[in-house]
């Protein structure tokens, strides 16, 4: 436990044991454990995550394999993993509070969990690829635990409940409290009732960057609220007043978390704004599906290409080195609440013969990219995470 370097074996029961080692380091005030465990977070997060969060790459023995290997298409990503993950990042946080670990926790809220559930909450995914092709996706040998849609059932039903449960008890992870500081982990509109204050919080994130905080302290004695500053948004685009006045933010950021600590009265507010663009994102190039493609992502939220919005054989689309996108929020359809990007594209055109010396012609397309989370909720279609860059 304390020697083990790489993470391995059935990719739940893992990090569930993970859990409880960061738990135990906690409780016992053991150095040597935590550090175990950060070796074993590292192990993970830099070598052997999809990047929705997903763990766990293959489907024999629904297991982590070796650093680098993460299949798309016959990737397994099982649900509860990345919910292990959560817990397994909530109690690092209770060790020591870093951004590193509430950047995963959050990672995994908006990804690698909740697509694992139908938008009308009746259907559900075990398994979470970053791609999928149906007639090959749930049918050839190999690819048959890809499943193109999500069922209504399993015999084994350990990720619906599971997911439930988290989606259910979401205050837990959003917040942390120790003697002299209250912290939140996550940008979660709530109203949560501490010994020190009770806070109210307004977010329209993770669609727009703009949250605030009311606090009402219980309490004349100061003390800290740390918020969680999430590494992908830009210093220079971070704003933040308190009571109207604006503060020289990141003097007060140490570790991905900004410090505020004052008597708070009873109708204090804390308000950031910060912008939300349009990310393109590259693979390490050990990662060898990915190699010359490009993700995108808005915020926490990783994004994909579906058939619906894009038409067939998406594999043959391609994204600008150089992309102007522009972003929409979806008021009808299943979609509807959701924001969705656009962007100029291309679409490879080739001949009929199944190999020849004539390069694909290209056409300008325009591309339609949704939250990874939403994918399959509009019929069996085409679905591609990764994309290659022209």
């Given at each position: 436990m304390y020697e083990q370097k790489e993470a391995v074996g059935h990719s739940v029961r893992a990090v569930y044991m993970y859990t409880a080692m960061a738990d135990l380091a906690g409780e016992d005030k053991d150095q040597r454990l935590y550090e175990a465990c950060q070796t074993l977070w590292d192990n993970i997060v830099k070598k052997r995550m999809y990047i929705t969060g997903g763990i766990g790459s293959t489907v024999e023995g629904e297991a982590f394999t070796i650093d680098y290997d993460l299949p798309n298409d016959m990737a397994y990503a099982e649900t509860c993993a990345s919910i292990g993950m959560i817990f397994f990042a909530k109690r690092m946080l209770e060790i020591k509070p870093l951004g590193i670990y509430a950047d995963i926790m959050e990672r995994e809220f908006y990804n690698g969990t909740i697509s694992g559930i139908q938008l009308d909450g009746k259907q559900f995914f075990y398994v979470n690829p970053l791609e999928v092709n149906p007639g090959t996706s749930g049918t050839i040998f190999g690819y048959k635990h890809v499943l193109p849609t999500r069922p209504g059932w399993y015999a084994c039903a350990c990720c619906p409940p599971n997911l439930v449960r988290l989606v259910t008890s979401l205050g837990t992870y959003a917040w942390s409290e120790s003697e002299t500081t209250l912290y939140s982990h996550l940008f979660l509109g709530q109203t949560a009732d501490f010994d020190k204050a009770v806070i109210t919080v307004e977010s329209?994130?993770?669609?727009?960057?703009?949250?605030?905080?009311?606090?009402?302290?219980?309490?004349?004695?100061?003390?800290?609220?740390?918020?969680?500053?999430?590494?992908?948004?830009?210093?220079?685009?971070?704003?933040?007043?308190?009571?109207?006045?604006?503060?020289?933010?990141?003097?007060?950021?140490?570790?991905?978390?900004?410090?505020?600590?004052?008597?708070?009265?009873?109708?204090?507010?804390?308000?950031?704004?910060?912008?939300?663009?349009?990310?393109?994102?590259?693979?390490?190039?050990?990662?060898?599906?990915?190699?010359?493609?490009?993700?995108?992502?808005?915020?926490?939220?990783?994004?994909?290409?579906?058939?619906?919005?894009?038409?067939?054989?998406?594999?043959?689309?391609?994204?600008?080195?150089?992309?102007?996108?522009?972003?929409?929020?979806?008021?009808?359809?299943?979609?509807?609440?959701?924001?969705?990007?656009?962007?100029?594209?291309?679409?490879?055109?080739?001949?009929d013969a199944l190999y020849s010396e004539e390069r694909p012609k290209r056409t300008d397309v325009t591309l339609t990219a949704i939250p990874y989370y939403a994918w399959a909720n509009r019929g069996e279609n085409q679905m591609r995470v990764w994309m290659p860059e022209e």
């Open positions: 329209s994130y993770p669609w727009e960057g703009k949250v605030s905080y009311q606090v009402k302290a219980k309490k004349e004695k100061a003390f800290e609220l740390a918020i969680h500053i999430p590494s992908h948004i830009r210093p220079d685009t971070l704003a933040v007043t308190v009571n109207g006045e604006k503060t020289d933010d990141m003097s007060f950021v140490k570790d991905g978390y900004l410090y505020l600590k004052r008597n708070w009265g009873e109708n204090d507010v804390v308000a950031l704004t910060f912008d939300l663009p349009v990310r393109k994102i590259y693979a390490n190039t050990n990662v060898r599906e990915d190699e010359g493609c490009v993700a995108l992502m808005r915020g926490p939220v990783v994004y994909c290409f579906e058939g619906a919005d894009n038409g067939e054989c998406i594999q043959a689309l391609r994204i600008p080195r150089e992309i102007k996108a522009e972003t929409e929020l979806c008021k009808e359809g299943v979609l509807a609440g959701n924001v969705l990007i656009h962007l100029p594209g291309y679409r490879m055109e080739s001949s």
